[in-house]
């Protein structure tokens, strides 16, 4: 399998490619598509999809890799 997986700006994780999706169960989940965006705010009504509800609650995230901070 091999995906790509891109976290947006105060937004969705989109996720391309082949990939899995299950339950914490180890159920599977059908995405419908190749192409999905992920819930990072916690708030969407079709977890684990996004609906858009980041821009309503106005949810912030870096987009890019977060640098640890120093030990």
């Excluded at 891109?6 to 490619?17: A, C, S, T």
């Excluded at 339950?23 to 599977?28: I, L, S």
């Amino acid at each position: 399998m091999s995906s790509t997986i891109v976290p947006y700006p105060d937004g969705p994780l989109i996720v391309r490619g082949d990939f899995e999706l299950q339950t914490p169960d180890g159920e599977p989940i059908d995405p419908g598509r190749g192409t999905i965006a992920l819930c990072r705010c916690g708030k969407s009504a079709t977890k684990p999809f996004c609906d858009g509800t980041h821009k309503v609650v106005r949810f912030h995230a870096e987009a890019g890799r977060e640098t640890p901070a120093p030990r």
